[in-house]
Antibody
Framework: EVQLVESGGGLVQPGGSLRLSCAAS????????MSWVRQAPGKGLEWVAN????????YYVDSVKGRFTISRDNAKNSLYLQMNSLRAEDTAVYYC???????????WGQGTLVTVSS | DIVMTQSPDSLAVSLGERATINCKSS????????????LAWYQQKPGQPPKLLIY???TRESGVPDRFSGSGSGTDFTLTISSLQAEDVAVYYC?????????FGQGTKLEIK
């Protein structure tokens, strides 16, 4: 059974940093692109970042470029999102998602809540 | 960047009736080399992560009831629920993956009339 379990969310002050993790199981993690998608409270979905199987390609939504870094450790079956210079508008539930066939998300985690507030 | 626009923002349909949700992309998401539309649909119920319903614009994900169908090509797409069931109450999103910068529509809230 495919499982994606996010962790690392919490309350952080504006300008602070946080590192999210996603533990994957039930599939060959190293064979798939992976993504982070976020959802602000009461709002819609926003794709945040993608990473290729070997980590050689990474893509970001414009609003997080230069502040967020996506990475992975295939030996640990884990995906990460390092978030720096956090802003109030980064407050959201962050989902880890598996990318299937170049673009659609076939499995999602339950999400981890990040709250940026003083 | 490709902007996805859904209509309507909300929709109320009677049980057993048809529900139709539209999605328009700011540029074509049809990849000419393989004739595939890089468009997916998701269903999200309160407190849950999204669930994949349709990909390649019209391919139903395994396990998704056949009352859900997707159609369209290029820039205009439709998700149809042929006979609305109570469990279909949710927010529905379209997503393009034609560009390496993916994007979602703003969502359509589906309720029972």
């Amino acid at each position: 059974e495919v499982q994606l379990v996010e962790s690392g969310g919490g309350l952080v002050q504006p300008g602070g940093s946080l590192r999210l993790s996603c533990a994957a199981s039930g599939f060959t993690f190293s064979s798939y692109w992976m993504s982070w998608v976020r959802q602000a409270p009461g709002k819609g979905l926003e794709w945040v970042a993608n990473i290729k199987q070997d980590g050689s390609e990474k893509y970001y939504v414009d609003s997080v470029k230069g502040r967020f870094t996506i990475s992975r450790d295939n030996a640990k079956n884990s995906l990460y999102l390092q978030m720096n210079s956090l802003r109030a508008e980064d407050t959201a539930v962050y989902y880890c998602a598996r990318v299937q066939q170049l673009g659609h998300f076939d499995y999602w985690g339950q999400g981890t809540l990040v709250t940026v507030s003083s | 960047d490709i902007v996805m626009t859904q209509s309507p923002d909300s929709l109320a349909v009677s049980l057993g009736e048809r529900a139709t949700i539209n999605c328009k992309s700011s540029q074509s998401v049809l990849y000419s080399s393989n004739n595939k539309n890089y468009l997916a649909w998701y269903q999200q119920k309160p407190g849950q992560p999204p669930k994949l319903l349709i990909y390649w614009a019209s391919t139903r994900e395994s396990g998704v009831p056949d009352r859900f169908s997707g159609s369209g090509s290029g820039t205009d797409f439709t998700l149809t629920i042929s006979s609305l069931q109570a469990e279909d109450v949710a927010v529905y999103y379209c997503q393009q993956y034609y560009s390496t910068s993916y994007s979602f529509g703003q969502g359509t809230k589906l309720e029972i009339k």
